[in-house]
């Protein structure tokens, strides 16, 4: 009889599916998370608004009545208020769901298609490049983000594709460092070894025998990237250097409510939460991967 083998939460399964079928392994640990489904659903959920916003949006987004100006919270009309042109917040938060997906997508997908050539790279090649390489990417890793992305904005120009580049740019070195450690780990490996003593270039051994094995992590880096990313288009639309006007960020509606928070505190609560649900959900749906791909946290 096969010995079964013990979850990090207590269930077990036996160590023929542990053999034959390491996806189900994966899914039933993800599943057995319950702060993970909730994060994944919640991901869904935001990820759909996204999508069909122009069907979910009750009103337009930019459209300005100025007789319902600052109007509070009421049903079926506004939900969740008016700002101070007399546009419908609901609309326009349903709306900068779609900009900040864009922008953290957008970003991360950048961010770690080159952090992951840059860190294949440096991690198998090693010695000097490898050195070399580091440096670099030590010397942007020292600048604080938002820090960084101020400066890079500010000579560019704020619009949203130079807001995806500076993210995606900067995000870049921390996969590129996650890459390059497991890279020297796997590398060191017979099989690679093997494939090496057979001939076979390298970037194919890069591509098709190193990188499928370090994918793991990367993954897992890059849920809790999307959720930086979030906050660090959010405050550089607060700053004004992110998302312009009249488009609909999260980060510009916080900026424009500062004024009106005591007459009108609405308009700052409901962005606010959906910043805080978008960061948690990433956040929730990054600790389930790790746990579900991490093979140290499964024992006999």
């Not at 600052?70 to 009309?77: E, I, Q, V």
């Not at 993210?167 to 494939?195: H, M, N």
Request: proline residues 6%; positive net charge.
């Amino acid at each position: 009889m096969s010995e079964p083998i013990i979850l990090a939460d207590g269930g077990g399964l036996q160590a023929d599916d542990a053999v034959l079928k390491p996806s189900r392994i994966f899914w039933r640990a993800f599943f057995r998370d319950k702060a993970a489904f909730a994060g994944g659903l919640m991901v869904m959920v935001i990820v759909i608004v996204a999508i069909f916003s122009p069907l979910i949006s009750p009103h337009d987004p930019l459209k300005m009545v100025p007789q319902d100006t600052l109007l509070p919270p009421s049903f079926p009309d506004y939900v969740i208020g008016t700002d101070r042109f007399g546009r419908d917040q609901l609309s326009r938060l349903i709306y900068a769901t779609r900009t900040s997906m864009i922008v953290s997508l957008g970003s991360v997908t950048i961010a770690v298609v080159a952090g992951m050539i840059i860190g294949m790279i440096s991690g198998f090649y090693g010695g000097r490049l490898d050195s070399f390489i580091m440096r670099c990417l030590d010397v942007i890793y020292a600048f604080p983000v938002i820090l960084l992305a101020l400066v890079i904005i500010a000579i560019f120009g704020p619009n949203i594709f130079n807001l995806i580049l500076t993210i995606g740019f900067i995000y870049s070195t921390r996969v590129a460092r996650v890459t390059r450690g497991s890279v020297l780990a796997v590398k060191q490996l017979e099989y690679v070894e093997a494939v090496r003593s057979v001939g076979a270039r390298d970037i194919s051994i890069m591509f098709y025998f190193i990188l499928p094995n370090v994918l793991s992590p990367i993954i897992v880096q890059s849920t809790f990237f999307l959720s930086t990313a979030i906050q660090v288009e959010a405050g550089l639309s607060f700053l004004g250097l992110g998302t312009q006007p009249p488009t609909p960020s999260w980060g510009l509606m916080l900026n424009e409510s500062r004024r009106f928070m005591e007459i009108g505190p609405w308009l700052t609560i409901f962005p606010g939460l959906a910043i805080m649900i978008a960061v948690l959900a990433f956040n929730l749906l990054g600790d389930g991967l790790r746990n579900a791909l991490d093979p140290r946290l499964m024992r006999r």
